[in-house]
């Protein structure tokens, strides 16, 4: 495949005219040499658009977007006891296949290519994304009150381990719902397969407060004394962190996965990213679920993260676009080991977007981030994962059909 | 003009397959019933489509709109002082004309039917603005360093008042940029001509802090002491405010053109919205301009204000989904006097909304608000204006020159 003279961001800046060659699944080329031949004979025009390597949600739970504007504007505690638990109990692996096609759409519709999950069902999560083509990164999540799942976990790994887009992790769901066992578990299956470990830390103030009346210790720093810490760990929120807990989380190695808008809906608080930043953790973006952000988009949860964490310090000169963009991007590319980026030899997960928007103009070749973080609002016109076109010139073939169904299951499943 | 089978909200509510008739700049009729003809022959089918009465940008100077992405990130006074104010200092009719017809693209691609401005160069902009074919409420900014546009200031009005789609009005910047004398000048003229004020209180903590140093009292306490503040008064931003000003803005019937994300990547702060809430106070939306934004978006704005209010008072059930709705909407037209809504004798002022993308999905006759306000990305299909159709099926006729001389015109302007 061969995308010709699109423009591409360099250090920030933007390059001009240049083709990107494709073949397979990796990008071999790109060069501004004008080319007008590929091996395959495919041709993408991409003159007025930006490439970009694709975006990587941190942290969601894709079959969600099924309970997409459920529940709103309510409590933490009745909205998880009257609304989402009791759907929850209700879900069938059908509900799980069509809330995450539904959320698949979204983010390709996003330049989102790859994700990180963690509920129930997980098999046909991962069938319903490799029928999209996106790539994921997916644990079942796992709690003490569901031997079950605990149990299939090793089996879930070496179902998926080699698969060429969806890479198995483990996901004990949170220190309050994971007995020592559960997690040390979790912990031992990560490193016996060299997978990565996915769980929810320190997101609300009475959760962590419960805990250190409870336990005379942080969430953070019990984990880390049972010796779960490690660069194998993305661990979400971390909304309410001590200086010691932030001093363990950056000793270890541990990827935060910084989910802006979530926080603020449900009102956890915000982040102490500046500090977090400070001790040099690498920080990542995720949506969260579409049950409490309702979005799938990082270009919002970019633009949120940067001036909440501006306001939040009263430091309008911090986390800047360019910072931020890497969140998005280059961090979690750290993070999740994937060889990532608009580069010969890396994995072709792309998206181009239309330049020729009016959120995009006046365009310089020094304020394409700004642009990109503070003003964007869609136009992403092709995405591609794995060398595969999913959607060009916006159209994803089958989208209305998915949204009839996942509509259809929806009401389903409320009336089941 | 006949809109077939749109949805239309009632009451926060979905109500399907409605016909809404359009005669003039007014809608006549909105009915169930099937109608295939339209006086004029113009029929737009709705079908699969939302028509929302238009957003209404409550403060903004879209002029600025040329400025996106030139600074940002930065502490407010070199912002000002080393980027903005050298730019503005350059600034002649025709980088209005482009800033302004730039911003207009924006607020039609996002459903935004009105603005509110203060700026310079306004018959410019009010010129541009009636090209684009939006309604307005156009303020020259008013301060004592420049006593030209003090002397314009009824003459613009005089120019202006009548006009079908521009409404003028009076702006004075603020009340550390104004004498008394400009400002009880500004009164009297908004009193004699029955016009509005626009007028920017209280948005840092310093600028009110050092005003309350030198002044003995705040910036509410000052404009009240003139007998400034009325109903006619649109107050930006209001961050910082005692209770004692809350009151009094109550009692005087001002209206708040609450700014949040302006607010929160210049760090100005968090506006006590719960507090002006709780005394009865009329709450509408702003973008503020591109260059603090960088957005012309109110479907942004309303998440930010939505998500920002529940975390700053840790309380994720205050400003749910429809009061923001109303705060782009039903409050806005009530500052400013429009009659405007989707009901027979109302503007035809409206946009419809393709509801067949993911971010509406699953949709319910109950949660479109929630979708609208915490979901939506876009998808303003069609957008009308005192009933003249600005933009159809996604395009706007001439989007692309002016995408091309705005930009010419800023590459003019930072090379001057």
Same mark, same amino acid.
């Given at each position: 495949?061969?995308?010709?003279e699109a423009?591409i961001l360099i250090?920030?800046?933007?390059?001009r005219?240049m083709?990107?060659?494709?073949?397979g699944s990796?990008?071999?080329?790109?060069?501004p040499?004008?080319?007008d031949?590929?091996?395959?004979?495919?041709?993408?025009?991409a003159?007025?658009?930006?490439?970009i390597?694709?975006?990587?949600?941190?942290h969601t739970h894709l079959?969600?977007?099924l309970?997409?504007?459920?529940?709103?504007?309510m409590?933490?505690i009745?909205?998880l006891?009257?609304k989402i638990?009791?759907?929850e109990?209700?879900?069938?692996s059908?509900?799980?296949?069509?809330?995450?096609?539904?959320?698949?759409?979204?983010?390709?519709r996003a330049?989102?290519?790859?994700?990180?999950?963690m509920?129930?069902?997980?098999?046909?999560t991962a069938q319903?994304?490799?029928?999209?083509?996106?790539?994921?990164?997916?644990?079942?999540?796992l709690?003490?009150m569901r031997p079950?799942?605990?149990?299939?976990?090793e089996?879930?790994?070496?179902?998926w381990k080699?698969?060429?887009?969806?890479?198995?992790?483990?996901?004990?769901?949170?220190?309050?719902?994971?007995?020592?066992e559960?997690?040390?578990?979790?912990?031992?299956?990560?490193?016996?397969?060299n997978?990565?470990?996915?769980?929810?830390?320190?997101e609300t103030?009475?959760?962590?407060?419960?805990f250190?009346?409870?336990?005379?210790q942080?969430?953070v720093?019990y984990l880390?004394?049972?010796g779960?810490?490690?660069?194998r760990?993305?661990?979400?929120?971390c909304?309410w962190?001590?200086p010691?807990?932030?001093?363990?989380?950056?000793?270890r190695?541990?990827h935060v996965?910084?989910?802006?808008?979530?926080?603020?809906?449900? !009102?956890?608080?915000i *982040?102490? #990213?500046?500090?977090?930043?400070k001790?040099?953790?690498?920080? /990542?973006?995720? +949506?969260?679920?579409?049950?409490?952000?309702n979005?799938?988009?990082?270009f919002?949860?970019?633009?949120?993260?940067?001036?909440?964490?501006?306001?939040?310090?009263?430091?309008?000169?911090?986390?800047g676009?360019?910072?931020?963009w890497?969140?998005?991007?280059?961090?979690?590319y750290?993070?999740?080991g994937?060889?990532?980026?608009l580069? !010969?030899g890396?994995? *072709?997960d #792309?998206a181009?977007?239309?330049?020729k928007?009016?959120?995009? /103009?006046?365009? +310089?070749?020094?304020?394409?981030?700004?642009?990109?973080v503070?003003?964007?609002?869609?136009?992403v016109?092709?995405?591609?994962?794995?060398?595969?076109?999913?959607?060009?010139?916006?159209v994803?073939?089958?989208?209305?059909?998915?949204?009839?169904?996942?509509q259809?299951?929806?009401q389903?499943?409320v009336?089941?």
């Open positions: 495949m061969l995308i010709r423009s250090d920030g800046r933007l390059l005219d083709n990107i060659t494709i073949e990796r990008i071999t080329e790109i060069s040499d004008i080319r031949e590929s091996r395959d004979g495919e041709v993408i025009d003159s007025g658009m930006l490439a390597p694709g975006l990587i949600n941190a079959a969600m977007t309970f997409r504007g459920y529940a709103d504007d409590e933490l009745p909205w006891e009257e638990w009791p759907l109990a209700k879900l069938t059908r509900d799980i296949h069509w809330g995450v096609k539904l959320g698949c759409l979204e983010m390709i330049g989102i290519t790859c994700y990180s999950d509920y129930y069902f997980m098999d046909e319903a994304t490799k029928e999209m083509g996106l790539r994921a990164f997916l644990s079942a999540v709690f003490d079950d799942l605990i149990e299939d976990a089996p879930f790994i070496k179902r080699g698969d060429d887009l969806v890479v198995p992790t483990v996901g004990p769901h949170a220190v309050y719902t994971c007995s020592e559960t997690l040390l578990k979790a912990m031992d299956l990560a490193e016996k397969h997978v990565m470990l996915h769980i929810h830390l320190s103030r009475s959760e962590v407060e419960s250190v009346n409870n336990c005379g942080s969430p720093e880390d004394s049972l779960f810490l490690s660069n760990v993305v661990a979400a929120h909304t962190l001590s010691k807990d932030i001093s363990i989380i950056a000793d190695g541990v996965a910084h989910c802006s808008i979530s926080n603020q809906k449900l !009102a956890s608080g *982040a102490p #990213l500046d500090q977090l930043q001790a040099g953790v690498n920080i /990542c973006l995720g +949506t969260d679920g579409a049950s409490s952000n979005s799938l988009n990082l919002q949860e970019m633009k949120t993260t940067a001036i909440s964490q501006k306001c939040a310090h009263s430091r309008p000169d911090i986390f676009a360019i910072e931020v890497k969140m998005a991007t280059e961090n979690a750290a993070a999740f994937l060889d990532l980026g580069r !010969a890396a994995l *072709a #792309l181009l977007i239309d330049l928007k009016p959120w995009f /103009c006046p365009l +310089t070749n020094e304020n394409i981030v700004s642009h990109l503070y003003s964007a609002q869609g136009g016109d092709t995405t591609i994962v794995g060398g595969k076109v999913l959607m060009r010139g916006g994803i073939p089958g989208e209305e059909a998915i949204l009839d169904r996942a259809e299951q929806f389903d499943l009336a089941r």
